[in-house]
Nanobody
Framework: QVQLVESGGGLVQAGGSLRLSCAAS????????FGWYRQVPGKQRELVAV???????NYADSVKGRFTLSRENAKNTVYLQMNSLKPEDTAVYYC???????????????WGQGIQVTVSS
């Protein structure tokens, strides 16, 4: 019904940059909160950055000042600009969207498949 399509991952050297994109497809829904989480083996998935439909953002302390989250509501797309990347940023990054059905008003959480970001020393 709602699909999240992620792009922009890859391999980059420390200090480099990547931009992740996530586009939500479907109909009859509104995205309330939109953003990215990440996960490494042996650890829980953690919030990286999220943005509300009103434009309020929340960043993990570890990425503040380096990552910037933005969204284009008309395109149902969110972007994560990652600068000054560190090896510690290496993880699988998952797009997340908390949506509301326009018809039922039910709220649902959707996840992308995950995209690998690898930062080399």
């Amino acid at each position: 019904q709602v699909q999240l399509v992620e792009s922009g991952g890859g391999l980059v050297q420390a200090g480099g940059s990547l931009r992740l994109s996530c586009a939500a497809s479907g109909s009859a829904f509104s995205i309330i909160v939109f953003g990215w989480y990440r996960q490494v083996p042996g650890k829980q998935r953690e919030l990286v950055a999220v943005i509300s439909d009103g434009g309020s953002t929340n960043y993990a302390d570890s990425v503040k000042g380096r990552f910037t989250l933005s969204r284009e509501n008309a395109k149902n797309t969110v972007y994560l600009q990652m600068n000054s990347l560190k090896p510690e940023d290496t993880a699988v990054y998952y797009c997340n969207a908390d949506i509301r059905s326009d018809y039922t008003r039910g709220q649902y959480r959707y996840w992308g498949q995950g995209i690998q970001v690898t930062v080399s020393s």
